[in-house]
Nanobody
């Protein structure tokens, strides 16, 4: 059974950093397209970034560019989201997602992913 388990969320102050982790079972993060999304309170789920199934190429939303970094640890079958210089507007539930079929293009829609983690809360105070 495919499972994605997120961890690392918490409460931080503006300017601080967090590293989120997504431990995957049932499929290989090195062979499938992975992504991070987030959902602020009362808003739609929004794209954060991706890491491709070929070569580990990363793509980011504009708000994440220069502050957030996605990486993967193939040996531990885990993907990470390093978040630096956090802002209050980064407050959201952060989700890890995987696509186990099809293209390795940097897809930005939640409907392009067929497996999801439970989400982890990130709260950034002023």
């Amino acid at each position: 059974q495919e499972q994605l388990v997120e961890s690392g969320g918490g409460l931080v102050q503006a300017g601080d950093s967090l590293r989120l982790s997504c431990a995957v079972s049932g499929f290989s993060v090195g062979s499938n397209h992975m992504a991070w999304f987030r959902q602020p309170p009362g808003q739609e789920r929004q794209f954060v970034g991706t890491i491709s199934s070929y070569g580990g190429r990363t793509t980011y939303a504009d708000f994440a560019k220069g502050r957030f970094t996605i990486s993967r640890d193939n040996a531990r079958n885990t993907v990470h989201l390093q978040m630096n210089s956090l802002k209050p507007e980064d407050t959201a539930v952060y989700f890890c997602a995987g696509r186990t079929y099809g293209s390795s293009l940097p897809m930005r829609s939640p409907t392009d992913y067929n497996f999801w983690g439970q989400g982890t809360q990130v709260t950034v105070s002023t």
